[in-house]
């Protein structure tokens, strides 16, 4: 009958740590392929979102939806909502599927049953007919680049009520905020560092802008 041996305590320990070593290095890879493929999904919401403002103007003689401000405040972006939902398949491409990573600091970015019902989503339309200065007065706890002073002072404050004749490099949506980085807590959606943006143009296609989104906003 031939003996049998089982692990020593040296043999298991030594597994164990393979283990450990192997899924050290496999959690980052695996995390950057979520990400990859929540940055996917992002831009094919953009695209989506570009294609239902385009057949929005298709039937409201080519002007594109409009809404109050280019970002989430108690008047938006019910709106828009409104104006877009009828050629959307669901409510549910009208947020980046890593907003809720940052749910702790921008609350009504995430799809919740409650910003669903009211208006609050997770892009931004750049075509709105209000003054950007009056997005959220007075000045948030939080600051965005786009919802203050930014685009008041690209657009020396003036709305920006869009229509199909604008030229194609016109950004149509956005991402919030450039991806939404915190930085400082350690967050960075889509691995992606602060200033870069997922931008959906005038001509409907979509671009992921590694560097400073500002440089190159039109």
Same mark, same amino acid.
């Given at each position: 009958?031939?003996n049998?041996?089982?692990?020593?305590?040296?043999?298991?320990?030594?597994?164990?740590?393979?283990?450990?070593?192997?899924?050290?290095?496999?959690?980052?890879?695996?995390?950057?392929?979520?990400?990859?493929?929540?940055k996917t999904?992002?831009?094919?919401?953009l695209?989506?979102?570009?294609?239902?403002?385009h057949?929005y103007?298709?039937?409201y003689d080519?002007?594109?939806?409009?809404?109050?401000?280019a970002?989430?405040?108690?008047?938006?972006?019910?709106?828009?909502?409104?104006?877009?939902k009828?050629?959307?398949?669901?409510?549910?491409?009208?947020?980046?599927?890593?907003?809720?990573?940052?749910?702790?600091?921008?609350?009504?970015?995430?799809?919740?049953?409650?910003?669903?019902?009211?208006?609050?989503?997770?892009?931004?339309?750049?075509?709105?007919?209000?003054?950007?200065?009056t997005? +959220?007065p007075?000045?948030?706890?939080?600051?965005?680049?786009?919802s203050?002073?930014?685009?008041?002072?690209?657009?020396?404050d003036?709305?920006?009520v869009?229509?199909?004749t604008?030229?194609? +490099?016109?950004?149509?949506?956005?991402?919030?905020?450039?991806?939404?980085?915190?930085?400082?807590?350690?967050?960075?959606?889509?691995?992606?560092?602060?200033?870069?943006?997922n931008?959906?143009?005038? +001509?409907?296609?979509?671009?992921?802008?590694?560097?400073?989104?500002?440089?190159?906003?039109?």
């Open positions: 009958m031939a049998r041996r089982g692990f020593t305590l040296i043999e298991l320990l030594v597994v164990i740590g393979i283990i450990s070593i192997l899924s050290g290095m496999l959690f980052p890879v695996v995390h950057r392929a979520r990400e990859a493929a929540r999904t992002c831009i094919s919401n695209r989506q979102l570009g294609m239902a403002a057949m103007s298709q039937d080519e002007w594109l939806p409009c809404d109050y401000y970002c989430n405040s108690s008047t938006t972006h019910m709106r828009l909502v409104r104006q877009i009828p050629y959307t398949a669901n409510m549910d491409i009208m947020y980046c599927p890593s907003t809720p990573k940052v749910a702790a600091f921008m609350p009504d970015f995430s799809p919740t049953p409650e910003n669903k019902a009211a208006g609050n989503i997770g892009y931004y339309c750049f075509s709105f007919d209000r003054k950007p200065s997005v +959220d007075p000045k948030p706890e939080y600051s965005t680049w786009i203050w002073a930014f685009l008041r002072a690209r657009l020396k003036k709305p920006r869009m229509r199909e604008w030229d194609s +490099d016109y950004w149509l949506w956005s991402d919030a905020w450039c991806k939404l980085t915190r930085v400082n807590h350690g967050i960075a959606l889509h691995d992606s560092h602060r200033g870069s943006i931008i959906c143009y005038m +001509d409907g296609h979509v671009k992921f802008q590694g560097g400073r989104a500002r440089d190159v906003f039109k």
